[in-house]
């Protein structure tokens, strides 16, 4: 097989295609196809990405039989390196597992360098060799951000090496040390990918080589992935599937605060979340999130209700604002920002017809807090409770929290993931939830929260003592 083969890789999803095309046939991305040397090392990945089916098979003559074991065997507890960062520890399971790779990923700017630093030089304090490699910024830049953090005189060992084979090289020179930090994969690089650096190809290729060197020497490697949609670096996404652990960490627009979530752990939970607070001399963990989150809720304010959502894998709790006043117009205005306004009429709707509840006069406005976009119906009982409670001057109680799809006929709809919503709720302070009737919570979640459950939505108006005029 001729060895200058070529492939055009997706950048934003990864996918392989024969040839180019302005638009990734498998994740819809555009111009984010480019062309890249087909992989050689693995004769298999050829022959499949060929259509030659078993065509390498001529080397089985000199393969070796694997050995195999029973389940029982493998059953010792993985020992653990706590960072000694509380929220952190929490969401890896009980620390760093030794010989696994951990992906941080999130937006630029968002604090995962710092995170890191914090996390890399409180394990250095401990005694452990901890190693920190930043391609991104320069060794003054890396020492500023320590003495902005008060971390200056932590032990940890700084390098800006960004090639794949002088990094392992430096590795093994001093023994393998217990923790390494790559800041970030996408500028990793080696000459032996036939790729520009950034690309696809060489992202999988040099973390994949820096993760089997880590399971080899016994290192727990941290890799930091920028999470971004511009085509040009490669996504972290990519290499989810050959790390153990995926972190996320992110922060709602305009506020102070973020949250570290597991989205993949092999060796802990993943829906756990560690909450800091950015501040000028770093993350600060937050040992009580309820309260920080209910610092920026409008107490007792009638309009507002709190919604348990869930965004793809994961809970996340916001609030839904509503203002319902008399309108001055013939036709009156319906804005709504973070929701969909076609959802909003159909709720309405449904309020008009099946509750009795009359805004027809009134000008109705709804906001997603903190600059989120909810897509799930699951957000209409809450958005619902918010309007209602506008129009009644009732404010919500403080410690509810609010899910449940609502059809048009007024029935209230159960909805997936109950469990780790309340799980999420209770986490963050909540005590009641109101909820879909026929949906059931284990036993567990239900003894963490009081719910009240509703099967049409006419309970919900009721509960606020909105008067159908
Ligand atoms: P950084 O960790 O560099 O983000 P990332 O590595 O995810 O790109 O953090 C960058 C932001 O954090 C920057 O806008 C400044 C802010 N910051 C603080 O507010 N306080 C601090 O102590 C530090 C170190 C950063
Ligand atoms: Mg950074």
């Avoid at 972190?247 to 909450?275: C, M, W």
């Avoid at 009982?381 to 918010?386: D, E």
Wanted: proline fraction near 6%.
């Amino acid at each position: 097989m001729a060895k200058t083969s070529r492939a055009f890789v997706c950048q934003a999803c990864g996918a392989v295609t024969a040839r180019w095309s302005g638009k990734c046939p498998s994740c819809g991305e555009w111009n984010s196809i480019i062309e890249e040397a087909a992989p050689s090392g693995s004769p298999a990945l050829v022959a499949i990405r060929g259509g030659k089916g078993r065509s390498a098979s001529g080397r089985l003559g000199s393969a070796r039989l694997a050995p195999l074991e029973t389940l029982a065997a493998a059953s010792i507890d993985a020992p653990r390196l706590p960072t000694g960062i509380a929220e952190l520890d929490r969401v890896l399971g009980g620390g760093l597992v030794p010989g696994s790779a951990v992906l941080v990923g999130g937006d630029p700017g968002i604090g995962k360098s710092t995170l890191l630093l914090q996390a890399a030089a409180k394990l250095a304090e401990t005694g452990a060799r901890v190693v920190y490699l930043s391609g991104e910024e320069a060794p003054a830049q890396v020492r500023m951000r320590a003495v902005r953090l008060g971390l200056a005189q932590a032990p940890v060992a700084l390098g800006t090496e960004t090639n794949l084979a002088n990094i392992v090289a430096t590795l093994e020179a001093a023994g393998p040390p217990s923790l390494v930090v790559i800041d970030s994969v996408q500028t990793l690089w080696s000459e032996a990918v036939e790729a520009a650096p950034g690309t696809i190809s060489q992202l999988r290729g040099c973390a994949s080589a820096l993760i089997s060197h880590a399971k080899g020497s016994g290192s727990t490697l941290v890799l930091v992935g920028h999470v971004t949609k511009d085509g040009q670096i490669a996504g972290p996404k990519v290499i989810e599937h050959m790390v153990d652990t995926v972190l996320y960490f992110e922060g709602l627009s305009g506020h102070q605060f973020r949250v570290l979530r597991a989205v993949k752990n092999r060796f802990g939970p993943t829906d756990e979340i560690g909450v800091f607070e950015m501040r000028q001399d770093g993350l600060k963990e937050v040992e009580n999130p309820s309260a920080l989150f209910l610092n920026d809720r409008d107490r007792g304010a009638p309009g507002t209700a709190v919604f348990a959502g869930m965004e793809g894998t994961r809970p996340i709790l916001v609030e839904i604002q509503a203002l319902v006043a008399p309108s001055l117009l013939g036709t009156p205005r319906r804005a709504v920002v973070g929701w969909d306004p076609n959802r909003l009429a159909m709720l309405i709707a449904v309020l008009e017809a099946r509750c009795g509840v009359r805004l027809g006069s009134y000008d109705v406005y709804l906001n997603v807090a903190g600059g989120l976009r909810l897509q799930e119906p699951a957000a209409d009982l809450a958005a619902a409770a918010a309007l209602v409670s506008s129009l009644a001057g009732q404010p919500a109680p403080e410690d509810m929290v609010y899910f449940g799809e609502v059809s048009l006929t007024g029935a209230v709809r159960a909805v997936g993931h109950m469990d780790q919503r309340l799980k999420e709720a209770a986490k963050l302070g909540f005590t009641r939830a109101t909820v879909p009737a026929t949906a059931s919570a284990s036993d567990r979640e239900a003894k963490i929260m009081r719910l009240l459950p509703v099967s049409q939505l006419e309970e919900l108006v009721a509960s606020f003592g909105a008067t159908s005029e």
